[in-house]
């Protein structure tokens, strides 16, 4: 799997568009970029991936650069509840299970 | 609900004790994970089963015996643990194989919290 870089902390207010930013400048042409969050001591949860193109689903938006060396996950509306661990994840689509999680980016939504 | 579950959601164990952790997805998905996810430390992938088989062990002591009677559940047996085996242990499932990046995202259980006393 590619390297990835992620702020260590994020802050948001409460109904604002989150932002959360991630590096991968040695991601290789097959390489998706995947996005999951983990709440607190519970499991990691999927949120979003893509190759290329930008992608958007009921929880998040992915935008992917030209070049492909950074992408950034925005959460259109946080709420309290999206505060969590943000895991930006390069590799290939199969066998998706077996990913390297880094320490990712705590956002903390705040009122 | 991620359609995978595990059992028990908190377990105590002594050193001595011999216990095992059980996962099952209700998903349909051919391969199955375990991961370990140490206080403060980014998760680590532990084995992978691939069709029932294992295929990849990264270097997990002898104490952690996994098992994967058939595509849908997934043990852990845990005999002789130390104290730093405490963890968050966790079970992911996903569907390889289909040469598409639809459906190729991991689905995690809510894990085990277990401590070694």
């Known amino acids: 799997d590619a390297k990835t870089t992620q702020p260590t902390s994020m802050d948001c207010a409460e109904g604002r568009a989150a932002n959360l930013p991630c590096n991968h400048s040695?991601?290789?042409?097959?390489?998706?970029v995947y996005w999951y969050r983990q709440i607190h001591s519970q499991g990691p949860q999927y949120i979003i991936h893509?190759?290329?193109n930008n992608e958007t689903n009921e929880m998040a938006s992915l935008i992917i650069t030209e070049d492909r060396k950074s992408s950034t996950l925005i959460l259109p509306h946080a709420t309290l509840r999206d505060t969590a661990v943000y895991y930006c994840i390069v590799r290939v689509c199969t066998n998706a299970g077996k990913s390297t999680f880094g320490d990712g980016t705590t956002l903390t939504v705040k009122p | 609900e991620t359609g995978v579950t595990q059992t028990p959601r908190h377990l105590v164990m002594g050193m001595t004790n011999k216990k095992s952790l059980k996962c099952e997805q209700h998903?349909?998905?051919?391969?199955m994970y375990w991961y370990k996810q140490s206080a403060k430390k980014p998760l680590e992938l532990m084995f992978v089963y691939n069709f029932k088989e294992q295929t990849e062990n990264n270097s997990v002591p002898s104490r952690f015996s996994p098992e994967c009677p058939n595509s849908s559940h997934l043990f852990l047996h845990l005999h002789t643990l130390q104290p730093e085996d405490s963890a968050l242990y966790l079970c992911a499932s996903s569907q390889v194989g289909s040469g598409s990046a639809l459906n190729t995202e991991a689905f995690f259980g809510q894990g085990t919290r277990l401590t070694v006393v």
């Open positions: 040695t991601i290789s042409g097959n390489e998706y």
């Open positions: 998903l349909g998905h051919n391969a």
């Open positions: 893509g190759l290329k």
